[in-house]
Nanobody, 116 residues
Framework: QVQLVESGGGLVQSGGSLRLSCAAS????????MGWFRQAPGKERDFVAS??????GYADSVKGRFTISRDNAKNTLYLQMNSLKPEDTAVYYC???????????WGPGTQVTVSS
């Protein structure tokens, strides 16, 4: 059974930093492309960042501030978030894909709140 579990969310002031983690189990982690998404209240879930065998990709809104990385030995995905803004407030989700453009597995999410 595949499980993705996010952690590291919380309340931070504008300009602060957080590092999110996503612990994966039940899959061969290194064979999956991984991504981060977020959903703000009343809005759709949006792409944040992805990491696959080719490289990384970021939403324009987070470029230069967020960094996605992974540790295959620990089956863990990370999202380093710097210079946080109130508009970054959302529930953040990690997801896994075999590389076919579909995100097959999702975690339950972790709340990030940025105060102004």
């Amino acid at each position: 059974q595949v499980q993705l579990v996010e952690s590291g969310g919380g309340l931070v002031q504008s300009g602060g930093s957080l590092r999110l983690s996503c612990a994966a189990s039940g899959l061969t982690f290194s064979r999956y492309a991984m991504g981060w998404f977020r959903q703000a209240p009343g809005k759709e879930r949006d792409f944040v960042a992805s990491l696959n065998w080719v490289g990384t990709g970021y939403a324009d809104s987070v470029k230069g501030r967020f960094t996605i990385s992974r540790d295959n030995a620990k089956n863990t995905l990370y999202l380093q978030m710097n210079s946080l803004k109130p508009e970054d407030t959302a529930v953040y989700y990690c997801a896994a894909s075999v590389g076919n453009g579909k995100w097959s597995y999702w975690g339950p999410g972790t709340q990030v709140t940025v105060s102004s």
